[in-house]
Antibody, heavy 119, light 113 residues
Framework: QVHLQESGPGLVKPSETLSLTCTVS????????WSWIRQPAGKRLEWIGR???????NYNPSLKSRVTMSVDTSNKQFSLKLRSVTAADTAVYYC?????????????WGRGTLVTVSS | DIVMTQSPDSLAVSLGERATINCESS????????????LAWYQQKPGQSPRLLIY???TRESGVPDRFSGSGSGTDFTLTISSLQAEDVAVYYC?????????FGQGTKLEIK
């Protein structure tokens, strides 16, 4: 069975960089596209960006200036870095799998990890 | 950017009754290439991550009970639960994948009356 597991610090200081990793188990990471989505408490889900296993990326314009995604196919992991964080970046962050046919609905989600931005 | 708006924000329905959730997009989600609407529905139970229920506006994901159905085209879509079960208590989200940035509705909280 396929699982996604987010990992990384749960607390980040303002102005610093949020770093998360998603580990893919039970699947071929190269067979799919991957994304990050976040959910601030009580707010709607927000798509952050996508990465191809070739390394190609595409980011939400609202976050583009601060986001970098990368992939490590040998370790079946992909990562998110969000720079210069503020309290508005406090959210549950999900790593997700894009559908098998490449259309951008999301058919598998990690359990999510809460990241709090606070000093 | 495409804005997704759901209604109502919350809904209370009796067990065994029909629940209907609406989703409106700020522009058409109909692909001219395949004549399909790029609209998905998700269910998020308390303390869990979202689960894909429906894609292409009306195609059920594998394993989703057939009491869940999706309909609509263009800019107006509906998720229907034909006979509400206790395990359906959740927040439901629609999502457009017509173009990036891919966007979600604000969610509809479904409760038992």
């Amino acid at each position: 069975q396929v699982h996604l597991q987010e990992s990384g610090p749960g607390l980040v200081k303002p102005s610093e960089t949020l770093s998360l990793t998603c580990t893919v188990s039970g699947d071929f990471i190269s067979s799919y596209y991957w994304s990050w989505i976040r959910q601030p408490a009580g707010k709607r889900l927000e798509w952050i960006g996508r990465i191809f296993t070739s390394g190609g990326t595409n980011y939400n314009p609202s976050l583009k200036s601060r986001v970098t995604m990368s992939v490590d196919t040998s370790n079946k992991q992909f990562s998110l870095k969000l720079r210069s964080v503020t309290a508005a970046d406090t959210a549950v962050y999900y790593c997700v799998r894009v559908s098998w046919n490449g259309y951008y609905y999301f058919d598998l989600w990690g359990r999510g990890t809460l990241v709090t931005v606070s000093s | 950017d495409i804005v997704m708006t759901q209604s109502p924000d919350s809904l209370a329905v009796s067990l065994g009754e029909r629940a209907t959730i609406n989703c409106e997009s700020s522009q058409s989600l109909l692909y001219s290439s395949n004549r399909k609407n790029s609209l998905a529905w998700y269910q998020q139970k308390p303390g869990q991550s979202p689960r894909l229920l429906i894609y292409w506006a009306s195609t059920r994901e594998s394993g989703v009970p057939d009491r869940f159905s999706g309909s609509g085209s263009g800019t107006d879509f509906t998720l229907t639960i034909s006979s509400l079960q206790a395990e359906d208590v959740a927040v439901y989200y629609c999502q457009q994948y017509y173009t990036d940035p891919y966007s979600f509705g604000q969610g509809t909280k479904l409760e038992i009356k």
